[in-house]
């Protein structure tokens, strides 16, 4: 079982360009989300997804948009970089049968905007 | 606002034990948190607290204070592998969770 894998590990990008970051999850949970974070700041929610076909917004999403087609799938997309943009991005996801359910975190992508 | 507040570093010798603290101000409150992350990797779940008290498990402790908007996390009997940021997180009246910026904790032989 691999829980939940995030594509690209790492990527460099000029700013202005567009970019999905890719997450997929094989635990059949119902809730997923979107985190950057950032040195010395705590992880901020960018989008959230209670259940397929549903999204909603966070803390800080603007600049940045998703999709849940399905349950296994929640991609990031940045439509054009800025380097403020420049994080970590974390993908996690919960069963969500209860809202305070764990959050099961994926290994994360380096993002640098140039 | 919402304001989560760890120390930002601490240091520990192996076979000792640490106390992480945490206070909160959210609007709100659903429960609070604990993650461990190793340097360059995800979170994984640690704890959650949504009573008062402290909840054992193994060689860690965490102990929640709702009057007082309060947690710590009690490590005992330090290992090297204990090296880690800690991250405490409140769920608050919407079930967001508000995450604290990390306690860095180190342990040194």
Same mark, same amino acid.
């Given at each position: ?114 | ?45 640690? %704890? *959650?607290?949504? !009573?008062?008290? $402290?909840?054992? &498990?193994?060689?860690? +402790? ?8 309060? %947690? *710590?996390?009690? !490590?005992?009997? $330090?290992?090297? &592998?204990?090296?880690? +940021? ?24």
């Amino acid at each position: 079982i691999a829980g939940i894998t995030q594509a690209p590990t790492s990527q460099i990008l000029a700013a202005g360009r567009r970019m999905t970051l890719r997450c997929t999850q094989d635990m059949r949970h119902n809730a997923m989300y979107w985190y950057r974070q950032d040195l010395g700041l705590g992880l901020r929610l960018i989008h959230y997804s209670n259940t397929a076909g549903t999204t909603g917004k966070g803390e800080v999403p603007d600049g940045y948009s998703v999709s849940r087609a399905n349950t296994d799938d929640f991609p990031l997309t940045l439509a054009s970089a800025v380097p403020s943009q420049t994080s970590v991005y974390f993908c996690a996801s919960s069963d969500g049968d209860t809202p305070t359910d764990t959050q099961y975190f994926g290994p994360g992508t380096r993002l640098t905007v140039l | 606002g919402q304001n989560i507040d760890q120390p930002t570093e601490m240091t520990a010798t192996e076979g000792a034990i640490v106390q992480i603290n945490c206070t909160y101000q959210t609007s709100g409150f659903n429960g609070l948190f604990w993650y461990q992350q190793h340097a360059g990797e995800a979170p994984t779940f640690l %704890s *959650y607290n949504v !009573l008062d008290g $402290l909840e054992e &498990k193994g060689r860690f +402790s965490s102990f929640l204070s709702r009057s007082k908007g309060y %947690s *710590y996390l009690l !490590l005992k009997e $330090l290992q090297m &592998k204990d090296s880690a +940021s800690y991250l405490c997180a409140v769920a608050d009246s919407n079930y967001q969770l508000i995450w604290g910026a990390g306690t860095k904790l180190i342990i040194k032989p």
